[in-house]
T-cell receptor, first 113, second 115 residues
Framework: GNSVTQMEGPVTLSEEAFLTINCTYT??????LFWYVQYPGEGLQLLLK?????DKGSNKGFEATYRKETTSFHLEKGSVQVSDSAVYFC????????????FGEGTQLTVNP | ETGVTQSPTHLIKTRGQQVTLRCSSQ?????VSWYQQALGQGPQFIFQ???????GRGNFPPRFSGLQFPNYSSELNVNALELDDSALYLC??????????????FGPGTRLTVL
C-alpha cells in the first residue's frame, strides 16, 4: 500500500538556521506529493506540491523537489523564522484514488529567537 | 469567500455514545473528505463524499458513517464510541473528486474526547 515516512522529530532550530525535513514515500506509479503545515490550534494548510518527477514545489521560502529515483520529497528552507514554528506533514495522492491523501506522521518544528 | 467550517469545536462524550460532527465546505466545492488525527499522529483518511455519494473509504469500521447534503455540507457520525476514537476530526473540501492534483482545503477540526 501507500505510505509516507518522515524524519523523526521534534526539530529545534535557531532563527535564520537552515531547515531540512526528510520525507520518503512508498507508492506504485506516479503519486503527487504535498507538504502541509499545521499551526497550533488550526487545521492543515497546503504549503507546496509537486505532481511529477523532478518538479520543484516552492512557497514562502520553502522548497521541495520530487525525486523519483530516491522516492523522496525533502522540505528545505534557507533561513527559518520564529513564525515557521508548526507541525509539517508530508503527504501523497495517487491518481487512482483521487484526492485521498496519505500522510506521514508529522514533524514538529520549533524555531527559537 | 468563506472557508471550510466545522462544528462543534470541542466535544466530550462517554464510551458507547453516538456523536455527529458537521462540516460546511468551501463555496463551489462539491467534494468533502474526513480525516481522523490522533494526538501526535498524521491524519488518517476516513471517507470521501462526492455529490452526496460515498466515494472511497479508508480502513475504518462501519460505525463510522457519513452524509453529504445537496448544498455539499457533510456530517460524520460515529456510533458506539470507544476510547480510541478520541482525536481531532478534520474535514477537507475540494472542487472535484477525481483530481489527484487538486488542493484540499481543511477546516480547523473538531476535537473529540471520549471518556
Amino acid at each position: 500500500g501507500n505510505s509516507v515516512t518522515q524524519m523523526e522529530g521534534p526539530v529545534t532550530l535557531s532563527e535564520e538556521a537552515f531547515l531540512t525535513i526528510n520525507c520518503t514515500y512508498t507508492a506504485t506509479g506516479y503519486p503527487s506529493l504535498f507538504w502541509y503545515v499545521q499551526y497550533p490550534g488550526e487545521g492543515l494548510q497546503l504549503l507546496l506540491k509537486a505532481t511529477k518527477a523532478d518538479d520543484k514545489g516552492s512557497n514562502k521560502g520553502f522548497e521541495a523537489t520530487y525525486r523519483k529515483e530516491t522516492t523522496s520529497f525533502h522540505l528545505e528552507k534557507g533561513s527559518v523564522q520564529v513564525s515557521d514554528s508548526a507541525v509539517y506533514f508530508c503527504a501523497l495522492t495517487r491518481r487512482t484514488s483521487g484526492s485521498r491523501l496519505t500522510f506521514g506522521e508529522g514533524t514538529q518544528l520549533t524555531v527559537n529567537p | 469567500e468563506t472557508g471550510v467550517t466545522q462544528s462543534p469545536t470541542h466535544l466530550i462524550k462517554t464510551r458507547g455514545q453516538q456523536v455527529t460532527l458537521r462540516c460546511s465546505s468551501q463555496s463551489g466545492h462539491n467534494t468533502v473528505s474526513w480525516y481522523q488525527q490522533a494526538l501526535g499522529q498524521g491524519p488518517q483518511f476516513i471517507f470521501q463524499y462526492y455529490r452526496e455519494e460515498e466515494n472511497g473509504r479508508g480502513n475504518f469500521p462501519p460505525r463510522f458513517s457519513g452524509l453529504q447534503f445537496p448544498n455539499y455540507s457533510s456530517e460524520l457520525n460515529v456510533n458506539a464510541l470507544e476510547l480510541d476514537d478520541s482525536a481531532l476530526y478534520l474535514c477537507a473540501s475540494s472542487p472535484d473528486s477525481g483530481g489527484a492534483y487538486n488542493e484540499q482545503f481543511f477546516g480547523p477540526g473538531t476535537r473529540l474526547t471520549v471518556l
